[in-house]
């Protein structure tokens, strides 16, 4: 069945009468192109739904990037449930003054009362809910919960990057981006460095020449504050020691920006977003492109957010 916007509204009338918590009003605007956000939707970051003539169905947080585009039916009438259970559980903890528990787990009860499939997906983070995410370990591709606390303030460092590959070492990975070899060779653990007594400058100065590294599984790690020149290696040079993938988090303390930057193979992993801001996450919403490329995190996330929901506020 090819889906128009009849077929939608259909459809969601249909879930809406067996439901206690949905209603026609709740269903998002929808229209013929991504130009019409404002005029149709209104609120800015509300879902908006962008219908092709082929009955390709394209969803829009704000007029410029699309976050899911799909032919199934049941899809959009998920997405467009989720959107209308995550509002519902905002205004529920606007009311009670903020003493709602876990936002989080109150949208996938809400969802298991409209049909127990949707729960399930909105549990697993992902379009299909077929794969359940683990518990949150410390993989930073994975598992996201264990840095979202203590990194708040840029401490220790303002850039924390990954890197996995063949035989990579944190040692040589630290003097590509122009570590002191003698100081790599000394070693020195980061109490050491905030407790050095009688130094003629304290340490916020020496932190600015300081980096920490390491390995965790199969990651080699480096945190270290940004000053030129040419503390960060280029791809080329990282691709000679046998690295296939990084991860990089950075922070500018001065404008709050956090930024997400994911490679494998050389090659820049955005799902044609472009820079990736980590600001846009709202709790309960996936920040990512859904289906896409980045869509693991999407479920890393949601797993963080039911493991930790003390982290989202």
């Known amino acids: 069945m090819q889906i128009t916007e ?10 809406a009468a067996g439901s206690d918590l949905l209603n026609d009003a709740m269903f998002p605007p929808t229209g013929t192109s991504p130009d019409q956000y404002s005029q149709r939707a209104g609120d800015p970051g509300g ?27 049941d899809q959009v009438l998920y997405f467009a449930a989720e959107e209308a259970v995550g509002r519902l559980v905002e205004r529920t903890r606007s009311s009670s003054l903020g003493l709602a528990t876990n936002l989080v787990t109150e949208q996938a009860e809400m969802l298991d009362r409209i049909a127990p499939a949707w729960g399930s997906r909105f549990r697993s983070g992902g379009v299909d809910g077929m794969h359940a995410s683990q518990p949150c370990g410390r993989d930073p591709l994975e598992r996201l919960a264990w840095i979202s606390d203590s990194w708040r303030d840029q401490d220790p460092y303002t850039h924390l990057a990954f890197f996995r590959g063949k035989d990579v070492s944190a040692e040589q990975i630290a003097l590509l981006h122009g ?35 390491g390995q965790a599984g199969d990651w080699a790690f480096l945190m270290y504050h940004e000053t030129p020149p040419g503390i960060r290696a280029d791809h080329a040079t990282l691709a000679r020691p046998g690295v296939t993938e990084t991860v990089e988090l950075s922070a500018t303390m001065a404008k709050a920006i956090y930024s997400f930057h994911y490679t494998r193979d050389g090659r820049s992993i955005d799902d044609g977003w472009g820079m990736l801001e980590l600001i846009w996450y709202k709790e309960g919403r996936a920040p990512y492109y859904r289906g896409g490329q980045l869509d693991f995190l999407n479920q890393a996330i949601r797993r963080a957010e039911l493991d930790h929901p003390e982290l989202g506020r």
């Not at 879902?47 to 039916?73: I, K, N, Q």
């Not at 570590?179 to 932190?207: K, V």
């Open 179 to 213: 570590a002191d070899p003698e100081q790599i060779a000394t070693g020195m653990r980061l109490a050491d460095l905030r407790g050095m007594e009688g130094s003629s400058r304290d340490y916020g100065d020496l932190a600015w020449e300081s980096c920490c590294l």
């Open 47 to 73: 879902l908006f739904l962008v219908l092709d003539e082929d009955g390709t169905v394209h969803g829009h947080h704000g007029p410029y990037a699309s976050v899911f585009t799909t032919r199934d039916l």
């Open 6 to 15: 009849d077929v939608l509204k259909r459809a969601w009338h249909q879930i």
